[in-house]
């Protein structure tokens, strides 16, 4: 396919990388100055834009998103999908997939799970927002980006399962972070305590896949000085959107409202920003009851 790809950063890099090595021809453009391995750079998002199948954009917020849509969707020939993977607000996706529709594009919102090192392995999962149409055509470059892709439903269903799955991912990561800074104070082994809580009814991926604490279970920032392999920034951004979404839908969610303080506070106030949203473990260990 002939592939424009606008937003080449920390992640639209390597996905855009991995799209040019399994042979299609990918044309990319970024605000800053990049070099990515056998991306052709345009000088416009709109000359990106223009002449392709697919349009792929990774973009850092809605209201960038729609000026860029503004930008591109002129340009693009009709039946062209458009294929936006930024985390944005539902309301945003959807005014833009409307926009995308009524000028005749497969507009699909296609957030992803995985960070920089699903992006650069190809291992992203994609929920994805749109038609049945839209989601065929941009499906096969979804199986060269990552490891899953589902099919949520209409326009801005994506983006729904993207925040509510990552409220849960900022909710488990402050209990367990919660749990080990207990468990050191209670004079418990963290090495022993992973080994309990991993196989049982505390099991969760903030636990099995990405232990906060460091030495501990498989290899995760943590054993990089916190290192963001996901900002806390970036989790803040999206727990935003988790609440934004709850009170436009009028739903209860003090858990999400709770972790939404908490990471606002840490990179806020604090010195969390910069660094892996797993450095809750550190910020922890030196706080009392208050």
């Given at each position: 396919?002939?592939?424009?790809?606008?937003?080449?950063?920390?992640?639209?890099?390597?996905?855009?990388?991995?799209?040019?090595?399994?042979?299609?021809?990918?044309?990319?453009?970024?605000?800053?100055?990049?070099?990515?391995?056998?991306?052709?750079?345009?000088?416009?998002?709109?000359?990106?834009?223009?002449?392709?199948?697919?349009?792929?954009?990774?973009?850092?917020?809605?209201?960038?998103?729609?000026?860029?849509?503004?930008?591109?969707?002129?340009?693009?020939?009709?039946?062209?999908?458009?294929?936006?993977?930024?985390?944005?607000?539902?309301?945003?996706?959807?005014?833009?997939?409307?926009?995308?529709?009524?000028?005749?594009?497969?507009?699909?919102?296609?957030?992803?799970?995985?960070?920089?090192?699903?992006?650069?392995?190809?291992?992203?999962?994609?929920?994805?927002?749109?038609?049945?149409?839209?989601?065929?055509?941009?499906?096969?470059?979804?199986?060269?980006?990552?490891?899953?892709?589902?099919?949520?439903?209409?326009?801005?269903?994506?983006?729904?399962?993207?925040?509510?799955?990552?409220?849960?991912?900022g909710i488990?990561?402050?209990?367990?972070?919660?749990?080990?800074?207990?468990?050191?104070?209670?004079?418990?082994?963290?090495?022993?305590?992973?080994?309990?809580?991993?196989?049982?009814?505390?099991?969760?991926w903030s636990?099995?896949?990405?232990?906060?604490?460091?030495?501990?279970?498989?290899?995760?920032?943590?054993?990089?000085?916190?290192?963001?392999?996901?900002?806390?920034?970036?989790m803040l951004?999206?727990?935003?959107?988790?609440?934004?979404?709850?009170?436009?839908?009028?739903?209860?969610?003090?858990?999400?409202?709770?972790?939404?303080?908490?990471?606002?506070?840490?990179?806020?106030?604090?010195?969390?920003?910069?660094?892996?949203?797993?450095?809750?473990?550190?910020?922890?260990?030196?706080?009392?009851?208050?």
């Amino acid at each position: 396919m002939k592939i424009g790809f606008i937003g080449l950063g920390n992640m639209g890099g390597p996905m855009a990388a991995n799209l040019a090595k399994a042979g299609h021809e990918v044309t990319g453009f970024d605000m800053a100055p990049v070099d990515i391995d056998g991306v052709t750079m345009a000088a416009s998002g709109a000359e990106a834009a223009k002449g392709q199948d697919v349009v792929i954009t990774m973009l850092p917020n809605g209201q960038i998103l729609r000026a860029v849509a503004n930008e591109i969707v002129p340009a693009m020939d009709k039946g062209t999908a458009f294929v936006d993977c930024s985390t944005v607000d539902v309301e945003s996706a959807r005014v833009v997939a409307e926009q995308a529709t009524n000028a005749g594009l497969l507009p699909v919102d296609a957030p992803v799970s995985g960070g920089v090192g699903g992006a650069s392995g190809g291992t992203l999962t994609f929920m994805a927002g749109g038609s049945a149409e839209a989601f065929a055509k941009a499906d096969p470059l979804f199986d060269i980006m990552g490891q899953k892709a589902v099919h949520c439903g209409d326009s801005g269903a994506g983006q729904a399962a993207k925040i509510c799955n990552n409220m849960i991912l900022g909710i488990t990561m402050i209990g367990t972070c919660e749990a080990f800074a207990l468990a050191d104070k209670l004079g418990l082994d963290r090495q022993k305590m992973f080994d309990v809580v991993s196989t049982s009814s505390g099991y969760s991926w903030s636990m099995n896949a990405y232990c906060p604490a460091p030495g501990v279970g498989p290899q995760s920032p943590a054993d990089n000085d916190y290192k963001p392999g996901f900002a806390a920034e970036l989790m803040l951004k999206d727990l935003r959107l988790s609440q934004q979404a709850a009170e436009a839908a009028d739903a209860d969610t003090p858990l999400g409202q709770a972790a939404t303080a908490l990471y606002t506070q840490f990179v806020e106030d604090e010195d969390g920003k910069g660094m892996d949203f797993s450095a809750m473990l550190p910020r922890f260990e030196k706080r009392g009851r208050s």
